[in-house]
């Protein structure tokens, strides 16, 4: 019920919740009065939530209470985002890009090559882990690790990379189907060639100067290609059907909004967080597409690790003018 310029209009100034909401209501019969967005609720609860939790974990205070709260999409239902379905799921992996492709370029024509490089697995990463777009294209190879015998991503925002919130700071192991399509020889092959970035042909681009821009711009353009482009189907969709079926796998919420970088309340947050990586990894393994993906690809070894080279120009030389002439 708070008019969204609460804190910056004169007459609002010094007056307590109770005096805005009064002054509102009589200005809301000469001009309209608009309310605080959800949107910025979500945010200030956001903010408020990171500071209790900063608290409970310090002993200050029993209990987080801004924690837990959840809020619906502002989004009409026409534009949310869908999930993908099992049919486009094999169109699009038993698409060229994929199954053999004419080029570098012409990903969407068949042909007998298969470049592994981010345009072939950030797609795939994304339908077997539910990370966020920006979350795999941002990833280091030192972010791929190991323990107890699991390999796992290790999201964090270690300078350049950011994250959406506090809570999408969290470890992800590597779905099965990741490691038989040969993604650790991928990884390793990057390592070796010096790459700090896993995906180093990303650029950063568009407002926000993320590494995903170019990479969501040229999948849209390839989704279109193959018949897989509809409205509310982006690749965040990938996210919403990877939490979809886990959760139809069985998965508990607390484990589900862990693995997809959700917050959740309370103790069961502190449990998640310090449970074994196994817990984890079992529910990432639960995701199934809905065909063999591996028997698909296997046959498709393509390079292990694909990365434009760089171009080096020299610069040209003026040709010196004739002095003295004529």
Request: glycine share 8%; hydrophobic share 35%.
């Amino acid at each position: 019920r708070l008019p969204w310029d609460y804190s910056k209009a004169p007459a609002y100034r010094n007056r307590s919740v109770d005096e805005i909401l009064k002054v509102a209501e009589s200005q809301a019969k000469t001009r309209n009065v608009q309310p605080i967005t959800q949107r910025t609720v979500k945010r200030h609860f956001s903010a408020l939530s990171g500071l209790w939790g900063s608290a409970l974990s310090a002993g200050t205070v029993s209990q987080n209470i801004f924690s837990g709260f959840r809020f619906g999409s502002a989004k009409k239902a026409t534009e949310q985002r869908d999930a993908w379905t099992r049919p486009e799921l094999e169109t699009l992996f038993s698409s060229p890009l994929y199954t053999g492709c004419k080029s570098e370029v012409r990903r969407a024509e068949p042909g007998s090559l298969v470049l592994k490089d981010e345009r072939y697995w950030i797609p795939l990463i994304g339908i077997l882990s539910g990370m966020r777009q920006e979350e795999i294209a941002q990833l280091h190879t030192e972010d791929v690790k190991e323990a107890d015998g699991i390999s796992f991503f290790d999201i964090n925002d270690k300078p350049p990379r950011m994250l959406k919130n506090a809570n999408a700071a969290r470890q992800v192991p590597l779905h099965v189907t990741l490691i038989k399509l040969g993604f650790l020889e991928y990884v390793d092959q990057c390592r070796k060639s010096r790459q700090v970035r896993l995906f180093p042909n990303l650029k950063p681009g568009g407002a926000d100067n993320r590494l995903g821009h170019s990479f969501s711009k040229w999948f849209t353009r390839y989704r279109r290609d193959i018949g897989v482009y509809r409205k509310g189907l982006d690749f965040h969709s990938f996210r919403h059907s990877a939490s979809t079926l886990m959760h139809q796998a069985g998965v508990e919420r607390a484990v589900l909004d862990h693995v997809t970088g959700h917050s959740t309340p309370g103790e069961t947050s502190r449990y998640v967080k310090a449970s074994a990586l196994a817990q984890l990894q079992s529910a990432i393994n639960s995701i199934d597409i809905g065909f063999d993906i591996v028997a698909l690809l296997e046959a498709k070894p393509g390079l292990k690790a694909f990365v434009r080279p760089r171009l080096r120009y020299r610069k040209q030389r003026r040709p010196s003018s004739s002095r003295g002439a004529g």
